[in-house]
């Protein structure tokens, strides 16, 4: 598959996650568990019959971090998602191209050139149209965005770990590990903090089964696809774009209607994800092989 349109059919799909959450309305960590252990459970099966279970130690371990990464990021980012609408709370998590971009500069000094710059500038703009620049200057974010920035921290790192790994390990074989890492990851922390995972109405079943398949499952497998031949700021920076379908389905699905500030701090962070995607002049097309 063209690793572009792979990286779009995973946004499309992850794009549902919100809504299925605020659907179910029942534990957040119950809802991250079971999203990740039902695409498990599903893609076990598969990975056995094609014996595509052998890994080296090292991408085990690589493979089980991440999982654990992207566990807490799902687990906090569901906990924002009941204190927030689910637009915002996506769009926050969804800051991880900052991160990414700093992380990468500092870590490797890998520099995202000028107009990936201007586009986070830009997008961070947005962020605080978005979030209330009064509320910034007298530190008044509520537990909703401090959970959804969290939750991209941990969102940017499962990018950053994954992009070191993909390119010499099937995919399938990597989800399998990652989720089972995620799985008993998750399952420990339930058991943690006294969390029932039992004993739901068969909507709230229906509701962890969608998010396993659609956004775990078929979402995640293409966008980890996508990124063992896509730039990990690229990437990051395209899912930004999940904000948008989010808060169409939300409109139509729970009902939510965005502030104008809201309306217009989302349009700006878009707009810098357009212009990270701009070729500066003279700069000849990347041939990837």
Known sequence: MNPKLSLVIGILCISFS????KLAGVSPIGCAFYRVFFAWLLLAPYCIAKR?????????????TAGIIFASDVAVWNLSLLKISATVS???????????GL??????????GVLFWVGTAVAILGMVVLVGYQHILHLELNTGILL??????FYASYIMVTKNIMAGIDVFTFMFYSMLGSSVFLLIVNSFVGTSIMHFSVHVWLCFLGMGII???????????????LESTKVAITLLSQTV??????AIL?????????????????????ITFLKPRNQPNKIVS
């Open 18 to 21: 919100p809504i299925f959450v």
């Open 148 to 153: 959804a920035m969290l939750a991209s921290l």
């Open 103 to 112: 992380f990468s500069f500092l870590l490797f000094r890998k520099s995202g």
């Open 215 to 229: 956004c775990q499952l078929i979402g995640w497998l293409t966008i980890n696809y996508s990124l063992r031949y």
């Open 52 to 64: 595509k279970l052998k890994v080296e130690r090292k991408q085990l371990l690589i493979a089980v």
């Open 90 to 100: 996506t769009l926050i998590a969804n800051l991880a191209p900052v991160w990414v």
């Open 254 to 274: 729970l009902n939510e209607k965005l502030e104008f500030n809201e309306i217009v701090g989302s349009a700006v962070v878009l707009g810098g994800i357009a």
């Open 245 to 250: 379908f989010a808060a169409i389905l939300a």
